[in-house]
């Protein structure tokens, strides 16, 4: 009797998670977007999330990327000051993004906002 050395351990599936740099909400990776630095210092939307480089990420809707932009969060992470060009291009990108969520979490929506529980700054 030849047993194969097939092993079925069940195991759950890791999925990688990562933080939005904007609004600091742990999501898994795939459904953030990544921003690169390259080690040139050129900073820019990762479609692949393949890049090497530094990697940021990002929630993929409008707000995060505009206050991440405001609040200079890619600047800190990076610890550089992003190019006109780049920003131009990061902003070209940021144009592109939906103004609102998706997908609104059912949660947030039965809640009245009167009753704020967390106080979520920065
Ligand atoms: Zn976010």
Do not use: N
Request: positive net charge; contains cysteine.
């Amino acid at each position: 009797m030849a047993k194969s050395a097939t092993k079925q351990t069940k195991r759950p599936k890791h999925v990688p998670l990562r933080s939005c740099v904007s609004c600091h909400e742990t999501k898994p990776k795939r459904e953030l977007l990544r921003v690169v630095r390259t080690p040139d210092g050129h900073v820019f939307v990762d479609a692949t999330g393949k890049k090497s480089g530094r990697g940021a990420y990002l929630c993929a809707k409008l707000s995060c990327w505009e206050h991440a932009i405001k609040k200079k969060r890619l600047e800190q992470e990076f610890e550089l000051t992003i190019s006109e060009e780049d920003r131009a291009g990061l902003d070209a990108f940021i144009a592109t993004l939906p103004k609102d969520d998706p997908i609104p979490p059912p949660e947030k929506m039965a809640k009245s906002s009167a009753g704020r529980k967390k106080t979520v700054e920065g």
